[in-house]
């Protein structure tokens, strides 16, 4: 099982990755987590340690036994997250046939299109915590940022199959329609400006 936030700028704001992931682990879902990712401008504060440290220690409280946890604390985008735990469970010569990726409910497409695109020979389901959008402005506290959010994550999703960084993902036109208006109404400050220099 592989925890991660499941994005560059767009990095998870709180513990719910761990929560999730706690949970997930004491019904028997994995026998070994990985938490992954570093820090980044919008976790800085929150998590100085690093997203992945502050995870384990989360889980470690919620009764994941330590030595079932490892923790890979450089990865700072999605492809990163993927690429670094993949590469730390070879080292630790750990067989992996399937991947349970536990993300954030509005990265899920994102996480297993660049598993799927990154790590081919490995079956992948994504998880998340059940959550309304209210439920989740209220977690992070901040209802613009929580929509820039969603507009910037759309966005991987349409040009980032095109740049080789992922497996290409069914957007059905309303989601585009309502994308595309967001835009419009100023929702940009999680997009990347220039997609064509974009890294994952």
């Avoid at 946890?69 to 630790?92: H, K, M």
Wanted: proline residues 6%; contains cysteine; hydrophobic residues 40%.
């Amino acid at each position: 099982m592989i925890g991660s936030p499941g994005g560059s700028c767009r990095n998870s704001h709180d513990l719910g990755v761990a929560d999730v992931t706690a949970d997930l682990y004491r019904q028997g879902m994995a026998p070994v987590v990985v938490f992954t990712g570093a820090t980044s401008r919008t976790t800085h504060d929150r998590m100085p340690r690093g997203e992945a440290e502050h995870y384990r220690e989360r889980a470690v409280e919620l009764g994941v036994p330590n030595d079932a946890i490892l923790v890979e604390p450089r990865a700072r985008n999605t492809g990163e997250n993927i690429r670094f735990s993949r590469a730390l469970l070879e080292e630790q010569g750990i067989p992996v046939s399937s991947v349970l990726l536990v993300s954030k409910p509005y990265e899920e497409r994102r996480a297993y299109a660049t598993a799927r695109k990154l790590w081919p020979e490995a079956e992948f389901v994504s998880a998340s915590a059940p959550m309304t959008l209210a439920d989740h402005i209220r977690s992070i506290g901040d209802a613009r940022l929580v929509v820039d959010m969603l507009v910037g994550a759309l966005q991987c999703l349409l040009v980032y199959p095109a740049q080789g960084f992922m497996t290409g993902q069914e957007v059905p036109q309303d989601v585009q329609d309502a994308y595309e208006r967001l835009q419009a109404q100023g929702f940009t400050s999680r997009l990347i400006h220039d997609a064509t220099r974009a890294s994952e």
